[in-house]
């Protein structure tokens, strides 16, 4: 049987402010990336997603540091060194982890952010400094990147043991990267079209991108944006064409 790790971007509520639908979306999936107050998130926000994770027995917490960009929400490229950006992310991976720790959870992933993210796909440099930097941390915690790209390859040099993830509400570009938010169909919004989009990239290994040609894929983990408007009806839909085709969600 296929196995596939379900993932979500989670605990980016601020203050007064809620995002998402972390407490229905949290039981549906296998692996949940918590936003560690640079980007998103603060500290009673994170205390309060770290339970729900450890309420609904799903056992892969994850760090998703970003940029300290909680106006842009991440999503805005800031052009540090590569000692700020290891500081950066070693600094977000001891908050959470202390959360955990209060509960009795283990951190179990990373998963970089937004901007922090993307700018990896171009950026070997940035992907090597985050991998090194999550080893200095911890080098049992698993390192999630886009498939193919920089990210897992920096992570596999560095000695970690590293996840191929796809996207089921994104597009991709011919080189395996992900469409620009800037640009038009950058983001997949149709339902039964992302649920599809998932069960192709984890039975055939591959996708088609945004220009039409069909590239090849790894799908270890799929991620579902906690934020986007769609969000539950997707995890749900997707979760429902998994169990369809004998493919059963485990956590990474």
């Known amino acids: 049987m296929l196995t596939v790790d379900l993932n979500a971007d989670l605990g980016e509520s601020y203050g007064n402010y809620t995002i998402g639908n972390d407490q229905d979306i949290i039981p549906l999936i296998s692996s949940a990336n918590v936003a560690c107050g640079f980007h998103a998130g603060d500290p009673s926000v994170m205390q309060e997603t770290v339970r729900l994770i450890k309420d609904s027995g799903v056992t892969g917490i994850g760090a998703h540091p970003g940029f300290p960009d909680l106006m842009g929400f ?16 070693i600094y977000q991976l001891g908050a959470l982890d202390g959360f955990c720790r ?10 970089p952010h937004g901007a922090l993210y993307n700018a990896t796909f171009t950026d070997p440099d940035l992907a090597r400094t985050i991998a090194e930097a999550v080893k200095t941390y911890n080098p049992d915690l698993k390192l999630m990147g886009l498939s193919n790209q920089n990210l897992v390859k920096a992570g596999e040099a560095a000695g970690l043991a590293v996840r191929h993830e796809v996207f ?25 079209e992302a649920a599809a989009r998932v069960i192709r990239m984890v039975t055939e290994g591959r996708v088609e991108a945004i220009d039409g040609s069909d590239i090849e894929i790894q799908a270890d983990s799929i991620c579902v944006h906690g934020d986007g408007e769609k969000a539950l009806e997707f995890v749900r839909e997707i979760r429902r064409r998994l169990k369809e085709n004998d493919i059963e969600v485990t956590t990474m």
């Open 168 to 192: 089921a509400d994104r597009a991709y570009e011919a080189d395996g990267t992900l469409v620009s938010r800037r640009k038009a169909g950058a983001m997949v919004t149709d339902t039964d």
């Open 102 to 111: 209060a509960q009795g959870q283990r951190m179990n992933h990373v998963k």
């Open 74 to 89: 991440g999503r805005r490229y800031m052009d540090m060194t590569a000692d700020e950006i290891s500081t950066l992310i």
